[in-house]
Nanobody, 124 residues
Framework: QVQLVESGGGLVQAGGSLRLSCACS????????MGWFRRAPGKERELVAA????????YYVDSVKGRFTISRDNDKNTVYLQMNSLKPGDTAVYYC?????????????????WGQGTQVTVST
């Protein structure tokens, strides 16, 4: 059974940076496209970034383009999200999951059991 463990969240001032990590186990990580999702209070969970397993191509939702960078290390079964120039609107619980193409903000995770997520809070 695939397990996903997110870490790296915290409280940061607007304009600051955080780097999230997601450790994956129990599956063949290297063949999954992986994505970072977030759920803000009162909103649906949305896909904010994704990376293919084949060539490392990345997708970003418009609101994070130029500020967030997704990457992966297949040897470590880990996917990362570098978040720069953070805004209060980025406040959410962030999750990782496998995801199918085509990528969009309404894409769903394909691993049925989500991790606990990691809280990101951006203050003004």
């Amino acid at each position: 059974q695939v397990q996903l463990v997110e870490s790296g969240g915290g409280l940061v001032q607007a304009g600051g940076s955080l780097r999230l990590s997601c450790a994956c186990s129990g599956g063949t990580f290297s063949v999954y496209h992986m994505g970072w999702f977030r759920r803000a209070p009162g909103k649906e969970r949305e896909l904010v970034a994704a990376i293919t397993w084949t060539d490392g191509n990345a997708y970003y939702v418009d609101s994070v383009k130029g500020r967030f960078t997704i990457s992966r290390d297949n040897d470590k079964n880990t996917v990362y999200l570098q978040m720069n120039s953070l805004k209060p609107g980025d406040t959410a619980v962030y999750y990782c999951n496998a995801v199918l193409r085509p990528f969009s903000e309404t894409s769903k995770g394909t691993v049925g059991t989500w991790g606990q997520g990691t809280q990101v809070t951006v203050s003004t």
